[in-house]
């Protein structure tokens, strides 16, 4: 699945959309986004990564004296976000110095994990990076000025508060502080074909230990040639070692196959 993910490896807002430096009049205006400030691990210069599967940079703004550094892109294919919709990821990224911005060009895709730019001073004091984020495509040159004096995200879907679209991926972010704003974390398991790496795997009605195990005729006509198929001909209660399944639907570490449920904490994602 596309989630959509935080872009930096260690979050730390120092300010949210609500921040009275600089951030309040976004929120306020006839026009609005939910710009965030994130400095990292500390005060050190860090990535700023691609949050989905791909991104395309749309425009490029201020390299050199032309105004504050900011880099505008858009998914390439839809994302599954937080809030439990699917559509395209825009976004923008302020104040990465030139060195970074002359690294992009307008087109360039860029994949998932890849880094985009660095935190910068350009435009803002100390080392940090503004992020906004929004669904479906950038309209116009990608902002608006809001009657607050703000320029602020403009696309189809709307701005969005950031923990509305993203996941925290905790294999990549570490979560410093995320300055009272309520992150979901990614799903540990999503849909898609599992192979059981366990040598019996009980086949349940429910997700849940509490629910009753199947036994073989109760399994699906490919379940049970699977097992046969791998068990030397012989037939089990339950899905043995080898056996593929395709999971339609997830609840925590349990998902659904034809036959009922298995626990996916003793399969692979194939």
């Known amino acids: 699945m596309n989630y959509a993910t935080y872009p930096l490896k260690n979050m730390r807002i120092t300010q949210n959309y ?13 026009y609005k986004d939910y710009p965030i400030d994130d ?7 860090e990535g700023v990564y691609c949050p989905c599967d791909e ?18 892109f858009e998914s390439t294919s839809k994302c599954l976000f937080a809030d439990g919709t699917e559509d395209y990821l825009c976004g923008l990224i302020t104040h990465a110095n030139d060195a970074d911005l002359a690294k992009l060009k307008v087109d360039q895709r860029i994949k998932r994990g890849k880094l985009i730019c660095n935190e910068g001073t350009d435009g803002g004091v100390g080392m940090h990076t503004h992020l906004s984020f929004g669904k ?65 795997l009980n086949v349940r009605t429910g997700a849940g230990t509490n629910y ?15 097992i046969k198929k791998l068990n030397g001909g012989k037939s089990a209660n339950g899905l043995v070692k080898g056996c593929t399944c395709t999971v339609s639907a997830v609840k925590g570490n349990w998902g659904k196959i034809p036959s009922g449920w298995i626990c996916l904490d003793y399969c692979e994602k194939v």
């Not at 609500?18 to 006839?30: A, D, L, V």
């Not at 990608?142 to 294999?171: M, Q, T």
């Not at 009753?212 to 699977?226: I, W």
Request: hydrophobic share 30%; aromatic share 10%.
């Open 212 to 226: 009753t195990k199947k036994v073989f005729s109760q399994l699906t006509p490919n379940a049970q040639m699977q």
């Open 55 to 72: 991104i395309r940079i749309v425009r490029l703004y201020g390299e050199g004296n032309g105004g504050t550094n900011t880099i505008f």
């Open 39 to 45: 400095g990292g691990k500390n005060t050190s210069k």
């Open 136 to 200: 479906g495509e950038l309209l116009g040159n990608g902002w608006i000025r809001n009657n607050k004096g703000k320029y602020v995200l403009h696309c189809s879907g709307g701005a969005f508060k950031p923990e509305a679209l993203l996941f925290i991926d905790e294999s990549f972010t570490k979560v410093i502080s995320s300055k009272g704003l309520a992150f979901k974390e990614l799903p540990k398991y999503t849909k898609g074909i599992y192979k059981v790496t366990a040598s019996l």
């Open 18 to 30: 609500y921040g009275t430096t600089s951030h309040k009049p976004h929120t306020q205006g006839n």
